[in-house]
């Protein structure tokens, strides 16, 4: 089997991939931004950042350079892998859609995308607020408990237990190893 490879067809590729790109140069400009930063603030960005230009990488190089042969079972592969993940997760969505019935029966709670996404934008206009006036820390709870609770799980315990351990995590991340000031305020009554 001879593999050929053509030279204008790079190009050609490479125009049909200018988004990942586009985004790879992003991700370089975002890292450059981030290596002026202070060690105990870049540490984490860099890590999230070189694991993007990583597998952008390897995305572009693979859907560019690779040969027709080896670019298809790369992507039959990709695809294998992206279709598991789907299905899961519609089985799961599928699983919350069966409960239709009974959250529809709580006040004020009706399962359609409107509601959702009002909700959704309401949170993040709340959280906003809320983060200028009492402070990142204290409405990491607030903002979390409810997210949780009103758009996703309705078990009490689980929506308790998992802002638990995101305000530590954030805590420990944020506040003690980056000292960024997750406590100031506009008001002082905290």
């Given at each position: 089997?001879?593999?050929?490879?053509?030279?204008?067809?790079?190009?050609?590729?490479?125009?049909?991939?200018?988004?990942?790109?586009?985004?790879?140069?992003f991700f370089i400009y975002l890292g450059t931004i981030v290596v002026g930063y202070?060690?105990?603030?870049?540490?984490?960005?860099?890590?999230?950042?070189?694991?993007?230009?990583?597998?952008?990488?390897?995305?572009?190089?693979?859907?560019?350079?690779?040969?027709?042969?080896?670019?298809?079972?790369?992507q039959q592969y990709t695809q294998g892998l992206s279709g598991n993940v789907e299905?899961?997760?519609?089985?799961?969505?599928?699983?919350?859609?069966?409960?239709?019935?009974?959250?529809?029966?709580?006040?004020?709670?009706?399962?359609?995308?409107?509601?959702?996404?009002?909700?959704?934008?309401?949170?993040?206009?709340?959280?906003?607020?809320?983060?200028?006036?009492?402070?990142?820390?204290?409405?990491?709870?607030?903002?979390?408990?409810?997210?949780?609770?009103?758009?996703?799980?309705?078990?009490?315990?689980?929506?308790?237990?998992?802002?638990?351990?995101?305000?530590?995590?954030?805590?420990?991340?944020?506040?003690?190893?980056?000292?960024?000031?997750?406590?100031?305020?506009?008001?002082?009554?905290?």
């Amino acid at each position: 089997m001879s593999i050929e490879h053509n030279t204008s067809g790079v190009f050609h590729r490479l125009k049909d991939n200018i988004d990942v790109l586009i985004v790879l140069l992003f991700f370089i400009y975002l890292g450059t931004i981030v290596v002026g930063y202070p060690q105990t603030a870049r540490v984490f960005p860099l890590i999230f950042i070189a694991i993007g230009v990583l597998a952008l990488t390897i995305e572009l190089v693979t859907n560019v350079f690779l040969p027709k042969p080896y670019r298809d079972s790369v992507q039959q592969y990709t695809q294998g892998l992206s279709g598991n993940v789907e299905s899961s997760f519609t089985e799961s969505y599928d699983d919350n859609n069966d409960n239709r019935n009974e959250l529809a029966d709580l006040p004020g709670i009706t399962l359609n995308n409107t509601y959702r996404i009002a909700l959704i934008s309401l949170l993040i206009i709340g959280y906003g607020i809320s983060t200028y006036l009492i402070g990142f820390l204290p409405t990491i709870p607030l903002f979390t408990f409810s997210a949780i609770y009103l758009i996703g799980s309705k078990s009490l315990t689980r929506a308790i237990l998992m802002t638990i351990i995101l305000m530590v995590f954030i805590y420990i991340l944020f506040g003690e190893l980056m000292n960024v000031p997750i406590f100031e305020a506009q008001l002082r009554w905290f």
